[in-house]
């Protein structure tokens, strides 16, 4: 299984910022996975922002549920970021993974992670 990240890697303040994550080697919707965003700011840990199930449910980090929109596209086996009104506090390494819906803490395929810089 491979997951790939892809989007700009500068955006500016207030702008919404977009990913896309490529998924290969196993399908969006195969029964019981669970697709996820997380991010790191520099010099700090791992912030779980949200997720969408193989059934296309969607769960948010309660910080971050009314500027982030999680969506999928089937055709491309691919699911998707949005943030909003970003800030410079957004800026961070962003990682999309797969793990279980059984068991939605943990994650065993990791994208390699795409630094995004939010800046004027």
């Known amino acids: 299984v491979q997951l790939q990240e892809s989007g700009p890697g500068l955006v500016k303040p207030s702008q919404t910022l977009s990913l896309i994550c490529t998924v290969s080697g196993d399908s969006i919707t195969t029964k019981y996975a669970y697709w996820s965003w997380i991010r790191q700011p520099p010099g700090k840990g791992l912030e779980w922002m949200g997720g969408i199930a193989y059934s296309a449910a969607t769960y948010y980090s309660p910080s971050l549920k009314s500027r982030t929109s999680i969506s999928r596209d089937t055709a491309n086996n691919q699911f998707t970021l949005q943030l909003g009104s970003v800030t410079p506090e957004d800026t961070a390494v962003y990682y999309c993974?797969?793990?279980?819906?059984?068991?939605?803490?943990?994650?065993?395929?990791w994208g390699q992670g795409t630094q995004v810089t939010v800046s004027s």
């Open positions: 993974t797969r793990g279980s819906y059984i068991d939605r803490g943990k994650y065993d395929y």
